[in-house]
DNA sequence: ACGCTCGGGACCCCCCGTTATT
DNA sequence: AATAACGGGGGGTCCCGAGCGT
């Protein structure tokens, strides 16, 4: 078993040292020697643990997916409101985008995913999902208004989120994210809330602040 | 003057041809052979016209930021309330994305930017100051309520509408982009607007719709 | 006529541009682009007056050829004593190799000659052939001591006077090769002269000097 | 260490067949395609031992100097009269000019350094050095005559070797080359020596044979 | 006659993603 | 899992000619 848990050390530094080159160069202008360097990690090694480049993009965009659900059962299994959960779901989600390289490189490649074969469809149906459930549940609780279509609500905060995060990215490397993704819900919720009270908006947005910390594990 | 003209024929081929291959691609998978074949040109051509990929790959997005902005300042002049400026606009542009190579190809490779050497920024600053614009006329024709920052919805809206478009393309392919663009103002409108009558409301996201006609000259 | 002397302008600065461009690279690693713009002109001048680069590349050996053979017309018009006229004549040359970019193009060409589909021999014969000529007279006249071959001595001469000039390229730029001329001939009369006195053979030696006049004309 | 003993048998093949190639084509025209074919490889195998065309031409003079200096330490060995060692070094020099591949195309790139990044001083000031210590030892065995400078007489025998081998190249493709090398110091001894009998002059000369046998080894 | 614009293909060097072999 | 090698294009660009001005 001890040479197992090095396998698994050594793959999860390539996968690394992978999403850290996708993320800079996209898939294409992407080098396994690079990567290879990036790594500590000779090409033999490399191809021991992957089939191909596509096989790594894939693993880089499964870790990227693990890491981010994770960090949505942990706020679901927190007990709060539905629509509270969707905006720190959000807030977490940011603030991987600004600390782990993986989830970073996992998101550029989702969007390049034509260039190796891969459909990314299955992502974003199962976010779509989670904030589907999470607003028809606030709709029953009363805190969105009846007149809101969750399914509709749902998609366009998925979308949404994911222009605020490509717009930060290119305008200023996601330096600004977080406060886009607070006036996002700024304006969002007075749309959507059923008691639109400057306080009750106002302590909704409160939840993203930058200065929270990031919750355990990976 | 004749030798000129076929120049510029060329040249246009050539980006046309570019842009569909990147759109397909991306950048760092695309490749100039293909470019190449797909414009019916040599690569002699292609040498003469660009000094190189990434000077190709410039050419495209700035073609493609050429039509769009052209569209928006078509828009302008048809002296619309600026509210209803903003939503036309991006009406138009969702048409473009569905209908024009080169504004897809174009978008794909404003995401790549760092892939080669290119700043983006501009262009979305240049669409973000030009919603601004509006929104601030919008505030201050009362159409938008006083208390919604015009800086913080302009952003907004660029950056929802680059997701919704984005999401679109990766779940259908673009297929229901215009649905999905309808969808962010249904729901954006209400929270932004001072009378948030449904009869307002539904007035404005009524003009989207795909029977339109596209506005003629690129 | 007027034409013809604008083109025989333009066909000159191409070839002195080739000849810079052959020396700083050699044959193979020249570019016709370059030439063109160190020469100002266009590819399309360049291909008027030249069919390829091979030719572009003999008219500079050719043109070298001539400059230098004019200069030992001249040498050999002054009337001086055969073996003084042996000396002075690799003098010019080093000269020229110092001054005349032409020559040290034509020079570099000569040795990269299969590169290029050229036979180089004609011009060595030429040159020692005179050589053999001068020396023969200077054996004649008793300068030269009987036993020293005419042929043998004309043919060292040429091969020393290449190879000083060449290592002299490489090892200090040709910087010191007017020096190593002299030392040649230093070291090479000793050998061969009736008159061994150091008074002759200085006063031989002393005509290298690197005060004296370029001949004019090319 | 079986995969060592193979990869450098690899690089040797690989060097002997650019050497070739170099040597028939110059650095410039020189193709790696061809070079990978002419050594019957791959050119990943190519690029696998060597980081680049440039690196290629390097190595093939590195090793085309180990074996002169090689030769000249076996030489230097053989415990000659110092003047006697520098005639056969020039001997033996010659020889691999006509029968030794890498050496042939050593010397070729030697010329061409210019059109890569190389500085070939070193080589020559290493042969300069050996010839320089030689003649010294000649003069104070009273060989040599006191007034030869051993510094001047070294350049130039270096330089004569060279333009010797390089004028016979371009004249006869070597054949002659031994005869020249011969008539070179036919012509040189008399200028230097103490003693300038017949006798002494055409017993070292007579070392020059071109049906000595080839040392061992490379 | 002289020259330029524009384009045609053919490689060239590089190096990439991959596979054997050990 | 490291060493060694495989081929196949990748982008680039070179040499050159067709066609049009002047």
């Given at each position: 078993?001890?040479?197992?848990?090095?396998?698994?050390?050594?793959?999860?530094?390539?996968?690394?040292?992978?999403?850290?080159?996708?993320?800079?160069?996209?898939?294409?202008?992407?080098?396994?020697?690079?990567?290879?360097?990036?790594?500590?990690?000779?090409?033999?090694?490399?191809?021991?643990?992957?089939?191909?480049?596509?096989?790594?993009?894939?693993?880089?965009?499964?870790?990227?997916?693990?890491?981010?659900?994770?960090?949505?059962?942990?706020?679901?299994?927190?007990?709060?409101?539905?629509l509270?959960?969707?905006?720190?779901?959000?807030?977490?989600?940011?603030?991987?985008?600004?600390?782990?390289?993986?989830?970073?490189?996992?998101?550029?490649?989702?969007?390049?995913?034509?260039?190796?074969?891969?459909?990314?469809?299955?992502?974003?149906?199962?976010?779509?999902?989670?904030?589907?459930?999470?607003a028809?549940?606030a709709v029953?609780e009363g805190a969105i208004r009846k007149?809101v279509?969750p399914?509709?609500l749902?998609?366009?905060?998925?979308?949404?989120?994911?222009?605020?995060?490509?717009?930060?990215?290119?305008?200023?490397?996601?330096?600004?994210?977080?406060?886009?993704?607070?006036?996002?819900?700024?304006?969002?919720?007075?749309?959507i809330m059923h008691?639109?009270?400057?306080?009750?908006?106002?302590?909704?947005?409160?939840?993203?602040?930058?200065?929270?910390?990031?919750?355990?594990?990976?």
């Amino acid at each position: 078993v001890a040479l197992q848990e090095r396998a698994r050390a050594t793959r999860e530094t390539i996968i690394a040292g992978a999403a850290a080159v996708f993320e800079e160069s996209g898939y294409g202008s992407a080098s396994l020697s690079l990567v290879a360097e990036r790594a500590q990690v000779t090409k033999g090694a490399l191809y021991f643990h992957f089939q191909s480049k596509e096989d790594l993009a894939k693993a880089v965009i499964e870790e990227q997916h693990r890491i981010v659900v994770q960090d949505g059962l942990t706020i679901l299994q927190e007990g709060r409101p539905p629509l509270e959960s969707m905006i720190v779901m959000c807030r977490e989600f940011g603030r991987r985008l600004l600390h782990e390289p993986v989830v970073r490189g996992g998101i550029r490649l989702t969007f390049e995913a034509t260039s190796f074969g891969y459909s990314v469809q299955g992502p974003y149906e199962d976010w779509i999902k989670v904030m589907e459930n999470l607003a028809a549940q606030a709709v029953a609780e009363g805190a969105i208004r009846k007149d809101v279509s969750p399914e509709a609500l749902s998609k366009l905060v998925v979308a949404c989120f994911t222009g605020v995060q490509m717009v930060s990215e290119v305008r200023t490397g996601r330096e600004d994210v977080m406060d886009r993704i607070r006036d996002m819900w700024q304006i969002l919720l007075p749309g959507i809330m059923h008691d639109t009270s400057a306080d009750r908006v106002g302590r909704l947005v409160g939840l993203i602040r930058m200065d929270h910390t990031v919750p355990a594990g990976t």
